[in-house]
């Protein structure tokens, strides 16, 4: 039986992603309708995470083979509600003299150009109402060495969700950043074990952050309890960016 809908759709960009996967999770245990985005949604892990959540959300859930990046176009999507963008790629774990300006390009492209994209598409839905793009502590607190392309996209996407918080508030429309602390997974999956632990060290929490902490910040942004909420850099890192 499929369990009501609190309010329109909430598409998840990247949810395939260490941190995507807990936000669907939760969102899915919330009762909202999803539609699911990737650009790959065909290998067996994934299949057999898109059926639980299907089980787990009966009937509200649409898997998509997306590139954020291509010539798909939402702009005919409708009842969408929000949009939570967890699109990245890994950390290249280069020196910032051996960075060439692809380097830089190819995170900018995939964290900023996309979400632009997407929004550009789904404003004129008039439905959309909430963004939220997840994005890392190291705009908060001092970077590691060896990710520079990556932090630079990090705090351009910042820009964008300051201006768009402001030029969107007269919508209705929230936009607002979830900073999250090192995982171990997914961009920070090419971290080995000695740069992990001395990241555990120098958290006040002495731990890395799980995915399903992130989800829950994601899940109160889209309540109604967050209406007033916009523009906003919310640090879910440990204390680490105190």
Known sequence: MKKENKKGRIIIAGFDSSFGRGITER????GYDLLLLSRLTKSEDKIDFISRIKRKREGGVEVREFDVLGKEN??????????????SIPIGNKLFR?????????????QLKGVIKMVRDLIKTK???RIIVIGSSYTLASPPIRAADYVTAKYALW??????????AREGVTVNKISHGVSGQGVSANMNSLAL??????????????????ASVVSFIL????????????????GISR
């Open 27 to 30: 969102l899915a245990q919330d």
């Open 74 to 87: 939402l702009s005919d999507e409708r009842d969408v509600f929000g949009l939570v963008y967890c699109v």
């Open 98 to 110: 051996d960075l060439d300006w692809e380097d830089y390009e190819g995170h900018i492209l995939i």
């Open 127 to 129: 439905s959309l109402k």
């Open 159 to 168: 820009g964008w969700v300051k201006a768009a918080a402001v030029e969107l």
């Open 197 to 214: 632990e001395m990241e555990k060290r120098r958290t006040p929490m002495k731990r890395l952050v799980t995915s399903k902490e992130v």
């Open 223 to 238: 309540s109604e309890e967050a209406n007033y909420l916009t523009g906003l850099n919310m640090p879910v890192d440990g």
